[in-house]
Structures are given as structure tokens and as C-alpha cells.
């Protein structure tokens, strides 16, 4: 009992990792409304950090990380489809995100970040407060989805 206990406060750290690191992402995609490079080579390190702990502990499985990429890889195939409407770094971040969270945190935040963006985008077109065409920081969205998602599912 005392080793689950431990592995599930591990995985916890990791998380509480990736939350703070779209944390300091989500403030740069509001000033800056584009992400610094450095944000997703540190989510990758930490991707690698992660990987290594679940082989030390014997629960490394390599479907479960391929899954975890699919949320990822299909965020950036929007962003080639939708000629970079929501942007690579969003898709990016996303699919960093995918093996530490796993695939359904990862799934169940895009999906309420892309909800939360269209009530936020759609209120701020409303109110007149930006235009169709303007950019949105994405990032702050799918950190309140993860979030709510670790929440609901850890």
C-alpha cells in the first residue's frame, strides 16, 4: 500500500510539473500571444524524466504512451488544416502534455479548452472587445482543462 501511495504522489508532483510550466506558458501566450520555445523543451525533459521513473518502477507501457500522443498529434493536424488558426505551439504543448497526463486528462482538457475558448472568443466578439480575425492565447484555456480534468480523473 505504502509504494502506491508513494507512485501516486509521484505522479502528482509530475502533474502539478506540467501544470506550473503551462502556468508560466499561459501568462507569455497573453502578453505575447505566441509561446517561447523553451516551454515545450522543458515539458520534453520532463516527458523523458517521467519515462524513466515508470521504467524504475516497472509500469512502463509503450501503448499506453502512443496512445497518450494521440490527442497531441491531432491538435496539430488541426493547426496544418486550419492554416495555423490555432496555433503549432498549442498542438505542440498539447502533445507533450499527452504522456505525462495520459490520454484521457489530455483528451477530456482539449475539449474543454476548446469550449471555454469558443464562450471566451464569442463573448469578446460580442462585446466587442476583439475581432473575428484577431489571435487568442490558447494556452490559458487548456490550462484551466487540465485542471479540471486531473481534478474530475486523478
Given at each position: 500500500m505504502q509504494s502506491l501511495t508513494n507512485a501516486f504522489s509521484t505522479v502528482c508532483?509530475?502533474?502539478l510539473a506540467v501544470m506550473?510550466?503551462?502556468?508560466?506558458c499561459a501568462i507569455e501566450d497573453?502578453?505575447?500571444k505566441r509561446i517561447?520555445?523553451?516551454y515545450p523543451a522543458v515539458l520534453f525533459a520532463l516527458i523523458l524524466i517521467f519515462q524513466l521513473y515508470l521504467v524504475y518502477e516497472k509500469r512502463?507501457?509503450?501503448?499506453?504512451?502512443?496512445?497518450?500522443?494521440?490527442?497531441?498529434?491531432?491538435?496539430?493536424?488541426?493547426s496544418f488544416l486550419s492554416d495555423r488558426s490555432l496555433g503549432a505551439g498549442d498542438g505542440i504543448m498539447t502533445l507533450f502534455m499527452g504522456p505525462i497526463l495520459g490520454a484521457r486528462v489530455t483528451f477530456f482538457a482539449i475539449v474543454i479548452a476548446l469550449f471555454l475558448s469558443a464562450f471566451v472568443s464569442g463573448f469578446l466578439i460580442i462585446f466587442?472587445?476583439?475581432?473575428?480575425?484577431?489571435s487568442f492565447?490558447?494556452?490559458?484555456?487548456?490550462?484551466?482543462?487540465?485542471?479540471v480534468s486531473i481534478y474530475a480523473f486523478c
Open positions: 508532483v509530475f502533474q506550473a510550466i503551462l502556468l508560466a497573453i502578453k505575447r517561447s520555445v523553451i512502463f507501457d509503450i501503448k499506453l504512451l502512443a496512445i497518450s500522443l494521440i490527442p497531441g498529434i491531432v491538435m496539430l493536424i488541426l466587442k472587445k476583439a475581432k473575428k480575425t484577431e492565447a490558447f494556452i490559458p484555456c487548456i490550462l484551466i482543462g487540465v485542471g
